[in-house]
């Protein structure tokens, strides 16, 4: 059987509204996925083991005393907004950093169906961001780790 949301909600134990923002997240990548490539076709049945939960085993990562946080090369929203369906509570900002015109459209109609306010999209490239320092960045897939480390070094200081 593929891991569903309710393994999701037992093995991270987060609240029924937490879980309520995951699965309208789901849906909003479901349906924009029909017309966008945003994850690959052959990962949507593995979606909340590949991508939900791989995203979520970060958040233990991410102090407690974090406020913001930026997701570079956001994309489809991974690890960047199930970060923030969990650290909502706690007052954790998130930034989402896309430059592709879509996946940015996309992460701003998620941020709406999920009905989250710590979430914003950042319609930019990389190399051009003017942001205050975040506690915490993060990135999925977007470049080779020395590159990454060049990213983060300039973001973060």
Excluded at 45 to 70: C, G, M, N, T, Y
Excluded at 91 to 101: N, Q
Excluded at 111 to 125: D, T
């Amino acid at each position: 059987m593929p891991y569903a949301p309710a393994d999701f909600a037992a093995a991270f134990a987060v609240s029924a509204e937490t879980m309520r923002r995951l699965e309208a997240y789901d849906a909003c990548l479901l349906d924009w996925s029909v017309r966008h490539n945003l994850i690959a076709r052959s990962t949507l049945e593995e979606r909340w083991d590949r991508h939900f939960r791989d995203s979520a085993q970060l958040f233990a990562l991410v102090p407690a005393q974090a406020k913001s946080l930026i997701d570079l090369g956001s994309g489809a929203g991974f690890p960047g907004l199930v970060l923030a369906a969990m650290g909502e509570a706690r007052g954790l900002e998130v930034t989402l950093v896309e430059s592709i015109g879509k996946k940015a459209a996309f992460l701003t109609a998620a941020i709406e169906a999920m009905g989250i306010a710590n979430a914003r999209v950042l319609p930019a490239r990389i190399e051009s961001l003017k942001v205050a320092r975040p506690d915490v960045i993060t990135a999925r897939a977007l470049a080779n780790l020395p590159s990454l480390c060049g990213y983060a070094h300039e973001i973060g200081g």
